[in-house]
């Protein structure tokens, strides 16, 4: 990742890699502060962050990726088992086994359906309103830089995720069926107290 890594750096410390608007980047935050391990977020605008990821030798495209000296961790599945690893405590474990396919549903339905309601509510009307949150955290040059790719990144995103007139309220009739889903499953899956969480819960 040298050279694709801009700003003030503890070299102590993991960096976290991000885009603002990500449930995946998300749940890569709440394992690492859930196991109270120390690390330096750094934002890399959405658009450019797929060749930065490429530039810096990553196998995929995506965020969020962790970088801890000459390890790279990437994807919140497996930065969640990398912070699981690092826990002396087994009751502060995430990766329980009967909450993977919560925490699978939730990645690859639940998690998307957010997103394309909050662009399709966003993106046709208030794009100006969208493009700092995707750059948060960013370092000057990669923010003009995304500010430059802007006007393409924005078609990309509304195409990826068929943003149409109708886009909204499919997603929210979807994100109903799929909550009451989680809800009819919680029970069986995971036990939610306040003392306890896991892979499927974040």
Not at 15 to 41: M, N, P, V
Not at 64 to 90: F, H, K, M
Not at 135 to 161: C, L
Request: hydrophobic share 40%.
């Amino acid at each position: 990742m040298k050279g694709v890594i801009e700003g003030p750096m503890n070299q102590d410390r993991p960096k976290l890699i991000t885009f603002g608007i990500s449930h995946y980047c998300e749940k890569a935050r709440w394992a690492l502060d859930w196991h109270g391990i120390d690390y330096q977020e750094i934002g890399w605008p959405c658009g450019l962050h797929e060749l930065l990821a490429k530039l810096g030798g990553a196998k995929a495209t995506t965020v969020p990726i962790l970088v801890n000296g000459d390890e790279l961790v990437q994807g919140s599945g497996a930065i969640i088992d990398w912070a699981d690893e690092r826990t002396q405590t087994l009751g502060r474990q995430l990766t329980l086994p009967d909450a993977r396919k919560i925490e699978q549903r939730a990645d690859d339905v639940i998690g998307v359906h957010v997103r394309r309601l909050y662009f399709a509510e966003m993106l046709p009307k208030f794009p100006h309103l969208t493009k700092p949150g995707l750059n948060y955290n960013t370092s000057v040059s990669h923010r003009f830089i995304g500010n430059m790719m802007w006007p393409v990144t924005w078609r990309i995103i509304m195409r990826r995720y068929d943003i149409t007139p109708d886009a909204a309220s499919e997603s929210r009739a979807t994100l109903a069926a799929e909550l009451d889903w989680l809800e009819a499953s919680l029970p069986m899956a995971v036990r939610i107290s306040s003392e306890t969480a896991s892979a499927g819960r974040i």
